[in-house]
């Protein structure tokens, strides 16, 4: 893995701070006295709760789950759970942190899954969002950005076959980093 692995880079590492720091912001703002989860879905969005969280003010407990609904670099359609929610969210405002929305299938799945567990409220927080890949909208309240075109990015928590997460930056991998690595799990 270097850095001629990487095609070009999206999103830098002041770019992503200051938009995690303005989510942090808004979140700090909108749940100031309220009971607050932050649900991490596993492995993606380590590294974005993470430094979200760091940047949150307000008392916050976190939890994790995982999914993957993800096969080398296309979606496969449907979303597998990894591990449940291992604490009751009942009477909890719950945010669910997820490092990036391509066809809403694991967030639509995800979300109903925790509704079902009563929480006060759901929000999503999501750090990438591929808007022309979305099949179930799903309402995101708190959004990083838009990545349109739709490419295949990794880094900052993001893996191609469970490379590059710890890249301090959101990349393209180059064609040739995608076929070296497309065996390496
Ligand atoms: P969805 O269920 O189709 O919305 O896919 C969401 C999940 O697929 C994300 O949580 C990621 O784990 C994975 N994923 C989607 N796009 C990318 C990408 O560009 N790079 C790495 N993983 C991705
Ligand atoms: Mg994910």
């Known amino acids: 893995m270097a850095e001629t692995d990487i095609l070009k880079i999206l999103y830098n590492e002041k770019q992503l701070d200051d938009i995690v ?9 909108d749940y100031k006295g309220k009971q ?7 492995k993606g969005a380590y590294i974005f709760l993470s430094d979200l969280s760091r940047k949150l003010t307000i008392p916050h407990t976190i939890e994790f789950m995982s999914v993957s609904s993800y096969s080398d670099t296309k979606s496969t359609g449907t979303v597998k ?7 009751s969210v009942k009477d909890r405002h719950v945010i ?4 990036i929305l391509d066809t809403g299938t694991s967030l639509s799945y995800l979300t109903e899954l925790l509704n079902r567990k009563n929480p006060l409220t759901i929000q999503c927080c999501v ?19 838009d ?6 990015v990794v880094g900052y928590g993001l893996d191609y076959n469970e490379l590059f997460r710890n890249l301090p ?17």
């Open 81 to 87: 759970l990894l591990t449940d929610l291992r604490c």
């Open 147 to 152: 990545l349109d075109p739709p490419e295949f």
């Open 21 to 29: 720091t303005k989510l942090a912001t808004r979140i700090n703002n």
């Open 169 to 185: 930056y959101i990349g393209v991998p180059t064609k040739e980093a995608i076929q070296k690595y497309a065996n390496s799990v």
């Open 127 to 145: 750090l990438l969002r591929k808007p022309s890949m979305i099949k179930k909208p799903i309402d995101v309240k708190y959004l990083g950005f």
């Open 96 to 99: 669910i942190v997820e490092d």
């Open 36 to 42: 607050l989860t932050l649900i991490g879905i596993l």
